[in-house]
């Protein structure tokens, strides 16, 4: 050993060795730490220096301790930037961190192609930069990235093919691609990634239609595959029960057709299954063995035989939806004995028989839809055993018997829909003051008297054809919530209660057809939202009161069939339908119901009359007066008007025949008709009826017509053009309507019956619509007595209104072919019926597209400020997800009450409600106080946050009006938005935030 001495020390030359090394090490590390220090204020500088990176500066240098960093062994290896409203492209040095493993820079909006400066970080392992705006090509060198195990790029704008190179990056465990704008293909060589444990491009919706290609069931170690709205055709691959790893499947919203293979309920892992909105055919599978199956929804498909006796062995099922299938034959017994079910739904099939005896006893149900089939017999005793019953939907069944009496003592029951069937006996006491918020019991054999006290959160309370009987209570004034009371054809007698008139968010009153009498209550309190009375087929007498006159909303009226007498108010308001005939009303009707539009309105009232024929109803002057001594004198002038009306009847006859004789030459111009439906009215009846008296409404494009028709009632009649020189901009608004209207029929878009034009007038003949536009209902106001009153729609009619708009655009865009973008959906533009069914109206500005989500350039932007796409105003682009922008604008004036443009210092509603996202906001500060209740709060909210995802910048990050529709339609069927692993919330990471979390039990769409 050599030993190296000084006068104090001696040291093994090693031990020097040893400690040069150390403080190598040390030097290095320190070069290292300042380099990256460096590099990281230089990224600061690259981002312009935005405030929330104020503590990287350069004397704090301990930046393994900034939460956007993260370090191993003192080196920084994690970069997260996430959700900082970044615009500057990626900092093309990063990769000068030379140890770095873990990139994300997700939720930005990051501009411009692929970074592919990044494959430098030849350490990479995980990189995250969905949600930005990304475009371009997918990049056909990703496998430069060879070390890479989790790749994330959703949520961007990146098109064309998902490329074959992707397959080699065999370290992949996650590669999630959803919510982008692929217009092309997806490659089979993804069955080479092996370790693959998810797999998600889902909502790519713009994919050519394309088979799953069978090698991807070689995936044995995939958990998690996502491929939801991808046009996906064809069957499913037999050999898909090879994926024995596979927990989460959801292919739903595509257009797979054939058989569900045996094989996928044979995998043991497999948790939830999602294959709605498909065109399977053919029965379930009998065998089952994926035991650990938490959630299968096999709902609108056409699937056909029966449920299978197997399902009873899904010990952990909690959610079973086979809702709009084909499916016959009885539920399983087995099915009422699963220890954990939750949410049961089989509703609109063909199956029948008796409901088995136990369901509900040994799991905690919380919904039970089966409404539209044919079952029979009495409901289960135990559907709320443990009393966690939300939701009991029955209706159109053969169901009867008595109501299970535990239902009286079922505190959690907010929905009871269970009309239609032969239900009869007396509802259980409990019931009518339980936390119920719908009532619907119509069309049963119930009996029984009206409690004095109605449970304070009924909104919806429908009772009609029943065999109720007794007087309508006093204590009816408690019922302050009710927003529809229908109790038609019972057996109701007595006087109407002046009590019944203080319910203030009363919409539809329906007591006719019983055996009410006594006179009407003559003041009214508080029916300031009334729009539909009818007390029609009773006994009432005693006058018509003034107050009738003084409702602001009413607009239909019927008090037909009853003894009323007196004088017709001589102020109504303007009413859409008015029916007072079969009484004994007297004296002269209101000059303003002496038109067409009211001819059996008074009919069998003897003792009226009116100045016109109109009405059907005699003339009020028709009396024979006494000779006088001028009468010699009368006659002369009577015998010359009438030589005058005949002379100018001549000249007038002349001067027709003139004309006509001209247009027959070529110098007049005649109209020309093109009928889309059966017509029962001529031409001349629409032309003559376009009087000024007649007009209902004007705007950019013309002005609209009220016409009275037969067979119709009333149809709506847009004049488009009324000038010599015809305007190009019109004639193209006019062509692209009749073009579009004529060639497609959906429930929710107007009907367009006919077109008539000439040389200088184009006219657009539409079914009419009773209530107008949607934009009048929220937001104008009208005078009435002096004061200004709202004429405010509840919420259950905004969630109908909502969910028919989803469904006439959806139409558009995903059953329409060519696809149809409509450019200007806007509240204006959405028309409502007599009972607030919305349509979609006013095509002028729409446009087809070549094929869906494709991409068109318009010349010039046009359309309604507050509703238009950012990308159509700064690229004039067109996709169907402009309209999705301005239909989630109506989401958000529908939950807030304001309008579209609305805003402080910012510009629009759309701008508003995502500046308080980001605040941090509560969101029922953000709602409209005007119809916002406890038992609505959770349902707005929800809808609230789907206006929030339709008005997201990137179109890729908005949904489609497929998923909107079957959001909306959950919501009506109980399900809450960011629950059941519905996943546009997971690439919206503002919205997973807990004070963000409505959670929504049970709600309702109102439209059954």
Request: proline share 5%.
């Amino acid at each position: 050993m050599i030993i190296l001495a000084t006068s104090s020390v001696k040291l093994p030359i090693y031990s020097f060795v040893t400690i040069f090394l150390i403080l190598s090490h040390v030097d290095s590390q320190s070069q290292l730490h300042d380099k990256e220090h460096e590099v990281l204020l230089k990224i600061k500088q690259h981002l312009k220096n935005p405030p929330f990176l104020n503590h990287w500066n350069p004397s704090n240098t301990s930046h393994c301790y900034w939460p956007e960093i993260n370090c191993t062994s003192g080196s920084v290896t994690g970069l997260a930037l996430v959700n900082n409203n970044i615009t500057q492209t990626l900092p093309p040095f990063i990769c000068d961190l030379k140890n770095l493993t873990h990139v994300d820079f997700n939720t930005n909006f990051i501009p411009g192609e692929f970074p592919t400066y990044l494959y430098k970080c030849s350490k990479l392992e995980y990189l995250d930069l969905s949600l930005n705006n990304f475009v371009g090509n997918f990049p056909d060198d990703i496998d430069n990235l060879v070390n890479l195990k989790y790749l994330n790029l959703g949520s961007t704008n990146f098109s064309g093919d998902i490329p074959a190179s992707i397959a080699r990056l065999k370290e992949l465990r996650v590669l999630r691609l959803q919510y982008c704008l692929f217009n092309g293909t997806f490659p089979a060589e993804i069955a080479n990634l092996s370790n693959l444990e998810t797999l998600d491009l889902s909502s790519n919706m713009m994919f050519l239609p394309l088979r799953l290609p069978t090698n991807w069931t070689m995936l044995n170690k995939l958990k998690v595959f996502y491929m939801y709205d991808c046009n996906l055709v064809g069957e499913i691959p037999e050999s898909i029960g090879q994926m024995v790893a596979l927990e989460k499947l959801d292919i739903s919203q595509n257009g797979l057709t054939g058989k569900i293979p045996a094989g996928l309920f044979m995998m043991k892992n497999l948790s939830i299954v999602y294959l709605f909105r498909n065109n399977l055919c053919g029965e379930i599978p009998g065998v089952v063995e994926a035991l650990n199956l938490t959630a299968l929804d096999l709902a609108e498909n056409h699937l056909t035989g029966k449920i299978p006796d197997d399902f009873g062995k899904l010990q952990k099922l909690t959610w079973l939806s086979l809702s709009m299938n084909n499916l016959s034959g009885e539920i399983p017994e087995s099915i009422g004995l699963l220890p954990s079910l939750v949410d049961f739904r089989v509703f609109l099939n063909n199956l029948s028989g008796t409901l088995p005896p136990k369901l509900g006893r040994y799991s905690k149900l919380q919904t039970f839809l089966i409404a539209y089939n044919s079952f029979n017999g009495r409901l289960p005793e135990n559907l709320c055993y443990h009393g966690e019953l939300l939701n009991l939907t029955v209706y159109e069944n053969n169901l009867s018997g008595e109501l299970p009496e535990s239902l009286g003592n079922c505190s959690s029951l907010l929905d009871l829909k269970i009309n239609s069937n032969e239900f009869s006996g007396n509802i259980p006491s409990g019931l009518w003051t339980s936390n119920l918020v719908n009532f619907m019991v119509s069309q049963n054999k119930f009996t029984g008297e009206l409690p004095e006290r109605l449970s304070s959160s009924i909104t919806r309370f429908e009772i009609s054809y029943n065999q109720f009987y007794g007087r309508i209570p006093a204590g009816v004034s408690s019922w302050t919530n009710v927003v529809v009371f229908n109790a038609s054809k019972n057996h109701f007698n007595g006087s109407i209660p002046q009590e019944l008139t203080a319910l203030p968010k009363l919409i539809t009153l329906l007591l006719d057809q019983n055996q009410l009498s006594g006179p009407l209550p003559s003041v009214i309190i508080s029916w300031k939202s009334l729009i539909n009375l009818n007390l029609s087929q009773n006994q009432i007498s005693g006058q018509i009161p003034d107050a009738i006159g003084r409702l602001p909303g009413l607009l239909q009226l019927d008090l037909s069939e009853n003894q009323l007498s007196g004088k017709v108010p001589s102020v109504l308001p303007r009413l859409t339908n008015l029916n007072l005939s079969s009484n004994h009303l007297t004296g002269r009707i209101p000059s303003e119901f002496e038109n067409s539009e009211y001819s059996s309105s008074f009919l069998n009232n003897s003792g009226l009359c009116a100045d016109t024929r109109a009405v059907n109803l005699t003339l009020c002057n028709s009396s024979p007066q006494k000779p006088t001594k001028g009468l010699h004198w009368s006659l002369a002038l009577i015998i010359s008007l009438v030589v005058l009306a005949f002379l100018l009847t001549l000249l007038t006859s002349f001067l027709i025949m003139k004309l006509y004789r001209k247009r027959k030459q070529g110098l007049g111009y005649s109209w020309k008709l093109i009928s889309f439906q059966r017509l029962s009215f001529r031409v001349s009846n629409i032309v003559s009826s376009m009087t000024d008296h007649n007009i209902i409404g004007s705007g950019g494009f013309g002005t609209v017509f009220r016409v009275p028709v037969a067979d119709f009632g009333y149809v709506a009649v847009k004049k488009i053009f009324n000038n010599r020189k015809l305007n190009q901009k019109l004639e193209s608004s006019f062509r692209a309507e009749v073009k579009i209207l004529s060639n497609i029929r959906h429930n929710n878009i107007v009907k367009l019956l006919c077109s008539i034009f000439n040389e200088d007038t184009m006219l657009l003949v539409y079914e009419y619509m009773e209530n107008h536009s949607l934009d009048r209902w929220l937001h104008k106001k009208s005078k009435s007595s002096g004061s200004v009153h709202h004429f405010v729609l509840d919420w259950p009619k905004r969630l109908q209104i909502a969910t028919g708009v989803a469904h006439g655009l959806c139409y558009m865009h995903h059953d329409c072919s060519p696809p149809i973008v409509h450019r200007d959906v806007k509240t204006s533009n959405i028309l409502l019926d007599s009972q607030f069914n919305a349509k979609v109206a006013d095509f002028g500005l729409a446009r087809m597209l070549m094929k869906p989500g494709q991409f068109n350039t318009m010349s010039s932007v046009i359309g309604s400020f507050g509703y238009m796409a950012p990308e159509y105003v700064q690229t004039t682009r067109v996709s169907e997800k402009i309209d999705v922008f301005s239909f989630g604008v109506i989401l958000l004036e529908l939950t807030t009450g304001k309008e579209a443009n609305y805003g402080d210092e910012h510009s629009s509603l759309a701008e508003w409600a995502w500046r308080h996202i980001h605040e941090g906001s509560n969101i029922e500060e953000l709602l409209d106080n005007d119809v916002m209740e406890p038992s609505y709060l959770d349902e707005m909210c929800s809808v609230f946050k789907l206006g929030i995802m339709c008005t997201a910048t990137l179109p890729a990050g908005r949904p489609s009006m497929k998923e909107v529709v079957h959001l909306l339609n959950r919501c009506g069927e109980g399900y809450t938005f960011g629950e059941r692993n519905y996943r546009p919330y997971d690439d919206v990471p503002l919205l997973k935030n807990s004070k963000w979390e409505c959670k929504l039990d049970v709600v309702d769409n109102y439209s059954d």
